[in-house]
């Protein structure tokens, strides 16, 4: 199989592009690399479409070789003819080669089987060909045969027909056209498997929906309701249409005795053998699309999220509520670095507001904290309140949030916190987790799995294997493109860095522990097993800001060097100019002379030289500082004071398939459904929102009972 071909036709691009697209990957280079600092190769893709076409390539791989191993396999039985060589090289899909192969499959013991080991194969054959004026039972009757238990002419007849019915059912052309029509025509159905009890899958107790028009979400929470026995459910087709279908294929034009007899086969084929598998398989197709989906809507959050702009240079600190366990504090400086540690206990049972109060003041002014974190687990609605009556009370300059706890306990108990941090318990890291995830989500938020972060939606039910290849990816590339601070990262966000696995980002702090501060990239070539190839990967994506060549502190990679100090001369500067911010015009500069000639008389592309000259202009230039700031407060509300109509502002929390949880400083998210969110129709809240974005929202309704909060982001709704 031609891949680069199959691949350029699929994504519309160049042959050329996905040529050297797949020698970049062959050859071990990593997505963010390859998206990077090889533009010129493949048109400036952006890393998702990379991974997207390295995901395709993978699966054209993995279907080229069960092509060939089914080639091999009809082969060897010496069945193999032009026509399966034809059908077999132009199946598209895994179940299209499946369906050719299934003739040919090893079988476990059938009534065909049975039928063709009592030697009724023939009888078979000439029944099916409709071209006798013989009746079947007549036809029968010359293959009784008590040696091998054939009875009676009944008995022949029936083998006879089970073995059409093999061959009809695994007929590929057949299974491919019922398969398409029953999924065009048919509809997902489930029921209630007890009428009377009560779960939350009660919208799903009567439901019916065309296949092709049912969610993802509606898909996974069948699945889910099933699997827990609150569900049935099955596929509804049109049994005639399905039949009809069978019969149109293998019916022959005439009056022949024997058609009615293929007929009953046909039947039989259909609902004992074919619809029952189909059935299956178009279930197992809409959920491998709902998990596509949803793992795409996870990554998609999870970019977001990991992508917040940090609060730097502030000293911040962590509260981890609690009720009996207290609420832990956890005050770190703007590096992150710990400062100090202790627990309060201002809510339930103990309630020790007063001296709660008098420490965290206490903190606050002794060590400057600026920004409080604040978790949103158990007690987090009280920790908030008194968070905030005491900023109002003591007039503190002091601002909060309320950030997400998801995945805080699993890092917390985690071997990489117990490395961290070994002289605290693990309810103790949890409030240091929090006032870092405030200060740099991606720096705290890569040290746990990103399974764990709670921004996806029946994540529990996904093949784990392929969510975890989707979130890695994610996490892989936000951290290349933010880049890593080389002599202050930790050993978990080193190991996020391409071509650095998590033994040799151990090596590399503990080479930076033994000899100092990385006085340039090329020293990283010192570390204990990072050869020529993990450095070229991971090098541009390394920051030294100690180094003498202000170039160790730009994503401009190593081999791009020469060309950017010859830009330099070229536009009459010095390299000392990058860290005094004097190329302020560079991209002017280059402009007069043309970026086409500038290229050429530097040896590059013009991709790279963009890249250069931008770099260049704003040197470690981080994404996520043009992304909107986090929402803070000083102040906090409770849903009994929410009114219909009131506006407010709130950060979105997670963008899931039927809308977005908003959090509007209420201690219960309110969530905006999908005809909510814009006043146009859109397809998916992905369209207009994305996790951390800060919008306006009114309340739409209010339940206080079931802690449910309705907006809107159309306006405020018309009074009744």
């Known amino acids: 199989m031609n891949f680069a071909q199959a691949l350029a036709n699929e994504f519309n691009i160049k042959l050329t592009y996905a040529e050297n697209i797949l020698a970049l990957i062959d050859d071990g280079n990593t997505i963010p690399f390859i998206a990077r600092y090889r533009k010129e190769q493949h048109g400036s893709m952006d890393d998702q479409k990379l991974r997207e076409i390295s995901e395709r390539y993978e699966y054209l791989q993995n279907l080229d070789k069960r092509r060939t191993e089914v080639r091999t396999s009809i082969e060897n039985l010496g069945k193999l003819t032009d026509e399966l060589v034809t059908a077999l090289d132009n199946a598209a899909t895994l179940t299209e080669i499946e369906d050719i192969y299934r003739p040919y499959k090893p079988k476990r013991k059938t009534r065909a089987s049975v039928a063709r080991e009592k030697g009724l194969e023939p009888l078979a054959a000439a029944i099916f060909a409709q071209d006798t004026k013989d009746y079947p039972i007549d036809m029968a009757a010359a293959f009784v045969n008590p040696e091998k238990e054939v009875n009676t002419p009944e008995e022949a007849l029936q083998g006879a027909l089970d073995i059409i019915a093999e061959d009809i059912s695994d007929n590929a052309e057949i299974r491919k056209r019922l398969r398409y029509v029953a999924f065009e025509n048919g509809s997902i159905v489930s029921k209630a498997a007890d009428p009377e009890a009560q779960s939350v899958y009660e919208n799903y107790y009567d439901y019916t929906e065309p296949m092709k028009k049912a969610a993802g979400y509606k898909i996974l929470a069948i699945n889910r309701g099933e699997h827990e026995k609150f569900l049935k459910v099955s596929i509804d087709f049109d049994h005639a249409k399905g039949v009809g279908i069978l019969t149109g294929a293998v019916l022959k034009p005439g009056d022949s005795p024997c058609t009615d007899a293929v007929r009953a086969a046909a039947e039989d084929a259909y609902d004992r053998l074919i619809f029952p598998s189909i059935q299956n398989e178009l279930r197992s197709e809409l959920t491998d699309a709902a998990v596509e989906n949803a793992i795409k809507v996870f990554s998609e959050n999870l970019h977001q999220l990991l992508m917040q702009p940090p609060v730097k240079g502030k000293v911040a600190m962590g509260l981890d509520p609690g009720y009996r ?16 540690t202790t627990v309060i206990y ?6 020790k507001v007063e001296e709660a109060k008098k420490i965290v003041t206490k903190f606050i002014k002794a060590y400057g904290v600026e920004i409080i974190a604040i978790g949103n687990g158990t007690a987090g609605k009280e920790t908030e309140i008194f968070a905030a009556d005491l900023i109002r009370e003591q007039k503190l300059n002091v601002a909060y949030m309320v950030v997400s706890e998801a995945g805080a306990s699993v890092y917390s108990a985690s071997k990489l916190a117990a490395e961290e941090f070994p002289d605290y318990d693990v309810n103790v890291r949890s409030a240091i987790s929090i006032a870092r995830r405030l200060q740099d989500p991606l720096a705290e938020l890569v040290k746990i799995d990103p399974k764990a972060i709670g921004v996806g939606q029946y994540q529990h039910d996904m093949p784990q294997k392929r969510l975890s290849e989707a979130l890695d990816g994610v996490v ?7 880049g890593v601070d080389l002599n202050t990262a930790s050993p978990a966000l080193l190991s996020k860095v391409v071509g650095i696995s998590a033994a040799i980002s151990k090596n590399i702090v503990a080479y930076r522990e033994a000899n100092g501060a990385f006085q340039s990239r090329k020293e990283l070539l010192k570390v204990s097993k990072l050869g020529p190839k993990a ?8 920051r030294v800001s100690e180094s003498k060549n202000p170039l160790d502190a730009t994503a401009v990679h190593p081999e791009s060097y020469a060309a950017a100090e010859s830009l330099l001369a070229l536009c009459g500067y010095a390299p000392a100019d990058i860290k005094n911010g004097g190329l302020g015009d560079l991209k002017q500069k280059v402009e007069t002379i043309g970026f086409d000639k500038a290229a050429e008389q530097l040896g590059i592309g013009v991709p790279t030289l963009t890249d250069i000259v931008s770099e260049l202009m704003k040197p470690g230039r981080d994404p996520r500082d043009e992304l909107p700031q986090p929402l803070l407060r000083t102040d906090v509300m409770d849903i009994k004071d929410l009114k219909v109509g009131m506006e407010l502002q709130g950060t979105v929390r997670n ?13 219960q998210d309110g969530l905006v459904h999908i005809s909510q969110i814009a006043k146009r129709r859109i397809k998916h809240p992905s369209e207009v929102l994305k996790v951390g974005d800060v919008v306006k929202v009114w309340v739409l309704s209010i339940d206080e009972a079931k802690g449910r909060i309705g907006l809107t982001m159309k306006g405020e709704p018309k009074k009744a």
């Open 325 to 340: 366990m207290g609420c832990k504090v956890a005050v770190v400086d703007a590096t992150g670095r710990l400062l100090n």
């Open 346 to 351: 201002p809510v339930p049972p103990f309630k």
């Open 476 to 482: 892989e590339d936000c951290v290349n493109s933010v």
């Open 535 to 542: 450095f070229e990967q991971c090098a541009g994506f390394m």
């Open 655 to 667: 963008v899931i398939d039927f809308g977005a949880f908003v959090d509007i400083g209420v201690h």
